[in-house]
């Protein structure tokens, strides 16, 4: 009687832990803020300017010179990435060619469980040209909720809410000019 009794009691704590860890295992919020996550800094000078970093080591999306950043949640292994790729670097290109844009919003992908080999490979096959950080652990996976790919976040950077998701969303997108007017509409872009 008293081994079922612990076997009930032990049984309990596992289900309510694991209900608390599912519990906050939810994609950001648009009005909430990005969870604190810290990102391999990429190798490649080009996008550490990009991003307005030097060195080595980690990074924050707060340290990015922008104000705003849109975060892609991707992996070279989801077909849904691969076929959203091309439309992802029209959006950097409209971004890019755009002088009242251009150092105002950033892009970065996250490669979910993609080691640095991988990411190099989605970038070189579907010529990405922003900066792609992987996460062979999926420890950021975790921290945005686990989500589906491609899932894209907007962070706004400036003002009082730094790190103020304005934008949290599963899905890539076909129409990224109409995209993109949102992104500004909401990160208040000026």
Known sequence: MKKRFVFIIVMMITLVSTAAMAATAQPPEVGSTLPEMKLSKPGDSGDLNYLGLSGSGTFSVDQVRAQAVIVQIFSMYCPYCQK????????????????????KIKILGIGAGNTQFEVATFKKKYKVEFPLIPDPDFKIHKIVGEVRTPYFMVVKLNGPKKLNVVYSRLGGHENVEAFLAEVVKLADIK
């Open 84 to 103: 959203d790729a091309p439309n992802v670097n029209r959006l950097y290109g409209l971004m890019e060619k755009n002088p009242n844009l251009k150092s």
